[in-house]
């Protein structure tokens, strides 16, 4: 079942289009990460999951219904990527207050997760660090075990340890069969939790590839050093490569799935040394948006 | 307990210290007012007559009649008629913009709204707790007022002589004449601050809300002093709020249906507000 269904989902201001026509869906229990620059419109389409904004045309479903639904909102967990709360409210205020106007959390969960995030519960809101902030969010986001949870950069303050923290967190959650739409510019975080990706350009969605997609693309670039420059032609039978070039006595290539028949070719002509180059996320993401520098 | 009263409970408790200033502040500049009435009367010997000036006389509430040597004609135009009104304008305009736009130009008001709560919730809440704070402000300005009066002779009937002689006796202030004059000034407040309610709503920005609501107040009064100098635009001056507040001068005149505006303008800003709220899209 699609626990977010996106159709023709449009979103525009005037002359300006922030999301356009996306079409897209998220499966029970995967973790969707929506990748783009800033300004691509994934903040947009998020606050539409939530009925913030009113699409323009095109329409989106969430849980089976709509955000305007306050049963279907009882069942979100959202982060935004800015949290703001009433400038005096607690840590413990907070989970009191937005907990009696949702899904009430369990006390247990609660004191485990604050514990778990080394929230401050009693400091004001506005007297927190930006990481402190975050903890109480991820805290609110968490706390009522919710089906579905929409993570605008969730670890954006957090030291690495805490971020290790929450990327445990989404992965008890997935596992608990609950749904998560994430938005972040760490990739890591995306490489570790996310299931499949969809990558934003100008409101569009321009790829979505699944991890097995990414890992896949990860075999990776293979540099060689030779004593004397090879011949280019060295590595044509061998299979799964391409993209060989050479430049004195370095010859590079590119190897879709098991290295071992570059490696033997390499050895009979005697390379003298191997460096090896994986593509990550972080590549395709550049490679995706290079270029449309110029166009903004 | 209803999302309604949670919310509302938690936007009063947001308020709390501001609410507390106010209404001290409001008191305050009330009782100080008041003391002055001994020496005020004492240093004019009754000679504060009705201006021949029509500025000064719209400016202080002049209207026919109005002695401002007797108790309730001196709080009626040295306070309730220009400065209570103008505070609690300010205190319900900032309430207003406050209500919504405010939270949703810190972003607050977002993260409420992606709780299990409806627009039609917030919007009620947060119209009750504009409501009950200009309220608690006037309760404390009407307690602080009566209970010092006393001190200030503004509870004693006074003695006043006419141009041509005669005298008659005015009676002291007393509670109702407190809480008409309360009342009224209040209901000016929530007219105004039901303008930036509207507009915030509507909107969702505050500078709209504080800039419509602001021009609403000083406009009208802008409008219903010069008008009242030059004779002119007369019909303009009922969409000013100063007309029916100055010209019926309720505390000294008594409760008339003309301070039922505000609280109509109240209802109609509500609904629209919350209508249009219901339609459009959130700022980020």
């Known amino acids: ?296 | 307990m209803s999302d309604v009263w949670r919310i509302y409970v938690r936007w009063m408790r947001d308020r709390r210290r501001s609410t507390i200033w106010w209404s001290v502040g409001i008191t305050i500049v009330s009782v100080v007012t008041a003391a002055f009435y001994p020496s005020l009367t004492s240093a004019t010997s009754g000679g504060l007559g009705a201006s021949d000036n029509a500025t000064m006389s719209s400016v202080l509430g002049l209207g026919a009649g109005i002695d401002p040597s007797t108790p309730v004609g001196f709080l009626w135009s040295f306070n309730y008629s220009n400065q209570l009104p103008w505070l609690l304008m300010a205190l319900g305009i900032a309430l207003g913009t406050a209500a919504i736009a405010g939270d949703e130009s810190d972003g607050t008001l977002e993260y409420l709204l992606a709780k299990p709560v409806t627009r039609t919730q917030v919007a009620s809440a947060r119209f009750a707790g504009m409501v009950t704070v200009l309220v608690v402000a006037s309760i404390v300005n009407l307690v602080g007022v009566a209970a010092t009066m006393p001190f200030f002779d503004l509870t004693d009937p006074v003695t006043v002589t006419a141009v041509d002689g005669s005298t008659s006796t005015a009676a002291g202030a007393d509670l109702s004449d407190l809480l008409i004059g309360g009342l009224s000034a209040m209901a000016v407040g929530l007219g105004s601050g039901a303008v930036a309610y509207f507009v915030g709503a509507a909107t969702g920005r505050r500078g709209y809300a504080l800039g419509v609501a602001s021009g609403f107040a000083v406009a009208g009064y802008v409008l219903y002093t010069l008008s009242n100098v030059t004779g002119s635009l007369d019909w303009l001056t009922w969409a000013s709020p100063w007309r029916w507040f100055i010209d019926d001068a309720m505390m000294v005149n008594g409760l008339t249906l003309d301070v039922l505006w505000p609280f109509v303008l109240a209802v109609v800003a509500l609904l629209a507000g919350w209508q249009l709220f219901l339609r459009r899209d959130l700022r980020s």
């Open chain 1, 1 to 296: 079942m699609a626990v977010i269904e996106a159709n023709g989902l449009t979103k525009r201001w005037g002359d300006f289009t922030a999301v356009d026509s996306l079409d897209l869906s998220v499966a029970e229990g995967e973790c969707y990460a929506f990748l783009g620059r800033n300004g691509a419109g994934k903040s947009t389409t998020a606050r539409m999951l939530l009925d913030f904004l009113h699409p323009t045309s095109g329409s989106v479903r969430v849980l089976g219904g709509s955000g305007r639904d306050p049963e279907v909102r009882a069942r979100i967990g959202y982060l935004p990527g800015d949290l703001n709360l009433p400038r005096t409210i607690t840590g413990d205020e907070a989970i009191r207050y937005f907990g009696s106007v949702g899904r009430p959390p369990d006390t247990a969960r609660v004191d485990e997760l604050a514990e778990r995030l080394g929230m401050n519960r009693r400091r004001p809101f506005h007297q927190l660090s930006t990481g402190g902030r975050r903890k109480v969010g991820l805290v609110l986001a968490f706390m009522t075990d919710p089906d579905l949870l929409v993570l605008d950069e969730p670890t954006s303050g957090l030291d690495p340890v805490l971020q290790d923290t929450f990327r445990d967190l989404v992965s008890e959650r997935k596992a608990q069969g609950a749904t998560v739409w994430l938005t972040s510019h760490v990739m890591s975080d995306v490489e570790h939790v996310a299931d499949r990706v969809g990558l934003i350009d100008r409101g569009r969605l321009a790829q979505q590839l699944t991890m097995d997609d990414l890992r896949r693309q990860t075999t990776g670039d293979i540099q060689l050093t030779f004593p004397e420059p090879p011949p280019s032609g060295a590595f044509d039978q061998v299979p799964g490569v391409s993209h060989v070039q050479v430049v004195g006595r370095d010859l590079s290539l590119h190897v879709d799935g098991p290295v071992t028949a570059v490696l033997a070719r390499a050895a009979e002509l005697g390379a003298t040394g191997i460096r090896t180059h994986q593509r990550e996320l972080e590549d395709i993401f550049l490679e995706t948006y290079s270029g449309s520098e110029t166009d903004r």
